[in-house]
């Protein structure tokens, strides 16, 4: 897998680099990256409906990374009738 913006040098002087990084730093980095998407998705929603409930924040927040039928299953929450 290549990134069209980034050089085939640098490429592979990154993936050496995450190739030699020890496994705790990895999953550090994976974490931080993780909690980043969610926020700049809570970000998303927020912009999108205002002020909400936290639990619903929460729901809309799941329904981006859960299937529909476990979102339905689990919390009663339909994404493609109260949105995601």
Do not use: C, H, N
């Amino acid at each position: 897998m290549t990134a069209s913006d980034t050089s085939p040098e640098m490429e592979k002087i990154l993936i050496e680099g995450y190739r030699s990084m020890p496994p705790e730093r990895k999953l550090r980095q994976v974490t931080a990256l993780t909690q980043m998407v969610q926020r700049l998705a809570l970000t998303r929603i927020r912009e999108q409906y205002g002020t909400l409930p936290e639990k619903e924040e929460k729901l809309r927040l799941a329904a981006l990374w859960l299937p529909r039928k476990d979102m339905i299953r689990w919390f009663g929450w339909d994404p493609e009738v109260k949105g995601y």
